[in-house]
């Protein structure tokens, strides 16, 4: 079996990830929610993880973190948590529903105005777009990192400086770049990082956070208990507990520290290497084939680790079971929550088979896929 | 080591969740998010756990049972999703802040009226006064099962029979009962019940579940990618992809499943006779004690594995400190997110000791645990 569905959820997790849950499991009680040992050992583990999400992506503090249960938990957060009726919000093409559906709805029920950055045929924005669309009186710009179909990373760090220029609130999805590439919240003018802690971070599932910088105001999305000021009928105005709401899963983010851990240990320099290099080695072999379209643009050094692709106009769900039944290869077909980006690579109808890479995956597995792909066009 | 804190999060799980829960981390991939083996075998054992959990609690259809990361997100679903402007609401002194601060902002925001039933000192409600507040202009009565603080079991049958009456939704929070005593949706007339899977479940942190009688409309809370529908601007209308976004925490879903196995198998009959047993021989040993109050009202048959009690005037959070560091036994001290139960029983500076006690305690815990309370009381 083949696993290339890691943007979805990485399968593979170090092996720590894995030991750090089951310790967690039988060991931690409820974090903040008692001074008896069990809940301060959980509250200390979570502290430290915050710590170490504040220092790998540039956040002014750990209490700047807010853990959440998946990116998209994120960033219904921070939309809904910064953006008020009226407002005017630039957004992308490239968007994942986690983005687009919360704007949509405050758009139709808070009267928002929605800008599009749009995409071109090879899923790429232009910088000159966001200058044109972002005034003086856009409250914040919603911007992907990286599109979760066609793999190519968006310039954040200049549009950070567009969005700063203009006094607009920058808020960046990182769901397919957090532990595969460096990001800086300070450096790139980020005032809000959403990412989930299962996918390049290569943590549990239920896991996710949000970073937000010094003196941004996010109004709570969820309120309840919080174990501190527990007579104040408000959620408290501090980070983390203004956000976070009821009991943490300190089961899932004690195996989020340990994924961080490993990939200090081997470095995101190193990851993106080899993840991209992998990549490269199945868009090489893939991308001249007969019948065979890749989308976005390889023609840029930095990529994320996934490549979408159909086969003549055959329906990509069919490839996608085609490479499972025949091949025990994972893809994933279809429209990936990206409505936008099919309508501009002008793929609604077919999908795209996608194939994601992580860092165990393997030289030998990448040109099975390669082969595969070869054979599964020839016979189409 | 005695852990009597399991009203917060029950330390001991059954071996097979985290069995589950290390098989899940190794095995499964994004549910609902491809057609390959990895993600099917995720999406499989998600369906057959919201069928055992609709089995358990009498909820209408698997489709019903909506996965959440803790009953605090349960219950700002139900209450921000049903609850309108200008509506009126119906609760109790009981409830935890998981309930008030979700209600409170309301109040404040979308000025809904709030009433609450009175507690007396014993921290019991009664029927009578749910008879005089419960009106046909009432849109939802919201109410716990069972206090956290002191133990209590509301009637919630009776409750339910007085909100069905008047046309009122009837909301439960279960997040101190799912697995200590049978719940039915269908024969209590609760139209949504909230709770946890980490307390009397005994799954991982990182679960909880919203589920909701049929014909019943919740408004999403989060948006985003649900896998399907993806041209669609707004969240999908069906349950349950209509109230949940994002990746599903599977790994922590295994567990539960497993959990509410091992549940299945002992049997809640037999779960609540042994807990309600600890609980008898504690507070038999307890309550006589010179100096020892132990609040609450435990002449009912039915009562909640948990006792909450102070010693003298002493603070809480002295005598919580003083059994872990002398004795080794971690009991919760403080407010326990309850401030109106506090109120009502007179102990909001004191706070209170709660012992919470379950499956996997013993007899010799609980006596261990009665002998260091009457200690302490001699000496303070």
């Given at each position: 079996m083949i696993y290339l569905d890691n943007a979805a959820t990485t399968l593979k997790k170090p092996e720590q990830v894995i030991d750090a849950v089951v310790y967690a499991m039988g060991n931690f009680g409820?974090?903040?929610?008692?001074?008896h040992g069990y809940s301060l050992d959980a509250s200390r583990m979570i502290f430290g993880t915050r710590q170490k999400i504040a220092d790998m992506f540039g956040c002014?503090?750990?209490?700047h973190v807010i853990f959440t249960s998946n990116a998209t938990e994120s960033l219904n957060m921070a939309i809904n948590g910064i953006i008020s009726p009226g407002d005017r919000v630039i957004t992308t093409d490239l968007e994942h529903n986690s983005v687009l559906r919360p704007l949509y709805r405050l758009e139709n029920e808070s009267h928002i105005s929605l800008g599009f950055v749009p995409s071109d045929r090879k899923g790429c924005l232009r910088l000159s777009d966001f200058e044109k669309l972002v005034?003086?009186?856009?409250k914040a710009v919603v911007c992907t990192h990286a599109s979760n179909l066609t793999g190519n990373i968006v310039d954040i760090a200049e549009i950070g400086k567009i969005a700063r220029r203009h006094g607009a609130l920058f808020i960046v999805d990182a769901s397919q770049t957090a532990g595969f590439v460096n990001i800086n919240m300070e450096k790139m003018n980020i005032d809000v990082l959403c990412f989930s802690g299962?996918?390049?971070?290569?943590g549990p599932q239920g896991t996710g956070a949000l970073l937000v910088r010094d003196g941004i105001e996010i109004r709570p999305f969820k309120t309840g208990g919080t174990g501190v000021q527990s007579y104040e009928k408000s959620q408290p105005a501090e980070y983390p507990v203004r956000l976070e709401a009821g009991t943490l899963n300190s089961h899932g983010i004690a195996g989020l520290s340990a994924a961080l851990d490993f990939i200090s240990a081997t470095g995101i320099d190193k990851i993106e290497q080899k993840e991209n290099r992998l990549l490269r080695r199945f868009y090489e072999q893939v991308?001249?084939?007969?019948?065979v379209t890749v989308y976005g643009d390889f023609s840029s050094s930095l990529h994320a680790p996934v490549a979408a692709l159909n086969i003549r106009s055959v329906d990509s769900g069919e490839i996608s079971d085609c490479l499972f039944r025949e091949y025990s290869i994972a893809t994933r077909p279809g429209a990936h929550c990206a409505p936008r980006m099919h309508e501009a690579l002008g793929t609604r109808e077919q999908g795209a088979v996608r194939f994601s890479f992580s860092w165990f995956n393997t030289e030998e597995e990448i040109d099975i896929a390669a082969d595969a792909v070869k054979e599964i066009a020839a016979k189409y």
């Open positions: 409820n974090a903040s929610r008692g001074a002014p503090g750990a209490d005034t003086d009186r856009t299962h996918k390049g971070l290569m991308s001249g084939v007969r019948g």
